[in-house]
């Protein structure tokens, strides 16, 4: 059986990288990863299935073992993907994907050097500026500040494998596909599996 593929798909917040891995996961066969937290479960949250929750005491202890394909902190409660739960399922021969942010990717790469990322960009900064705006959740400046850490993280995009402008749903997630089946096409992958097929038999 052939070994799954990991697929790291990030990009600034506000570009629809959850509703496209989403939509992707209704489409594919492919996992996506669950993470843990060190945050109480919110109401309808379910331990397994929407997040591993464990104690702060727990998360550390695997941190220190190197349990954590990426880890960090947020406003005083952990996340991080487990490495061993992700390692099983690559393994079973299915792909997975992580929906992570930029510092989270370049983690994953440091631990899993074959993760494939791909950054999802939005149409423009003027229009996930508008995006944000509408949501009417953050003020003028914080949408700024957040505006900054964009451009921060956009200049880091020399680091991933693919890019895909976010511009409309459906042709976002069909080039995604088309990621994931040329990657699983590539020839250095499959090479052995291929000259053994292949081989002198007559």
Do not use: W
């Not at 990009?11 to 989403?22: I, Q």
């Not at 999802?120 to 900064?125: A, D, R, V, Y």
């Amino acid at each position: 059986m052939s070994e799954g593929r990991l697929f790291v798909v990030s990009g600034p917040s506000g570009t629809g990288k959850g509703t496209v891995c989403r939509k992707l996961l209704g489409e594919i066969e492919t996992a996506l990863s669950i993470s843990m937290t060190t945050r109480e479960p919110r109401p309808g949250e379910i331990d397994g299935k929407d997040y591993f929750f464990t104690s702060h005491g727990e998360f550390e202890r695997m941190i220190a073992l190197g349990d954590f394909l990426e880890y960090a902190m947020v406003y005083g409660k952990y996340y991080g993907t487990p490495r061993q739960k992700v390692i099983e399922k690559l393994k079973g021969g299915a792909d997975v994907i992580l929906e992570i942010d930029t510092q989270g990717a370049f983690q994953v790469r440091q631990m899993y050097p074959d993760a494939i990322l791909i950054f999802i960009l939005p149409p423009s900064l003027s229009e996930l500026k508008n995006r944000i705006t509408r949501r009417g959740s953050e003020t003028e400046e914080a949408i700024g500040i957040r505006m900054g850490e964009t451009l921060k993280e956009i200049k880091s995009i020399g680091k991933y494998d693919y890019y895909v402008v976010n511009n409309e749903l459906l042709e976002t997630v069909a080039k995604i596909k088309a990621i994931i089946t040329a990657e699983h096409l590539k020839v250095s992958r499959n090479i052995d599996k291929l000259l053994e097929r292949y081989k002198e038999d007559v």
